[in-house]
C-alpha cells in the first residue's frame, strides 16, 4: 500500500510533528463507490503497521483524526466486495489544511 518514499516520509513526522498536524498527507486512500476517504499523515517507526489518518466518512459528518492499522485499511471494502484504493494522482498536501478543508463545508451549514 505506501512504498518506501511515502514510508521514510510518514516516519518522520510521528510523534509531535503529527499531534500538531504540522506535516504533510502523503496519501489518499478511498473507495470509488462512496465519499468514503482516508488521508495518511503519519507512520508509527516502531511499528509499521500503525498511522494517524485523516479520515472522512462522507459529505454528512465531519472528517475526524484517527489512528488506525494498514492492516485494517487494506481489509476494507466497498458493498460490490471491492477493496479501498491508493489515489496515484493525490500529490501531499499539509495536514492541518487539508483537515480544515475538508470540514469547511461541514461546518458552514
Known sequence: MLNNKQKEKLMASWGEKASSMACMAEVRVYDPLSSWECYIY??????????????????????CIERWFLTN?????????????????????KADELFKILNKDHYER
Open 73 to 93: 485499511i487494506k481489509s476494507l471494502f466497498n458493498s460490490h466486495g471491492e477493496h479501498v484504493e491508493v489515489d496515484k494522482e493525490f500529490r501531499p498536501r
Open 42 to 63: 503519519s507512520l508509527n517507526p516502531e511499528d509499521d503497521d500503525e498511522v494517524d489518518c485523516i479520515v472522512k466518512v462522507s459529505d454528512k459528518q465531519p472528517a
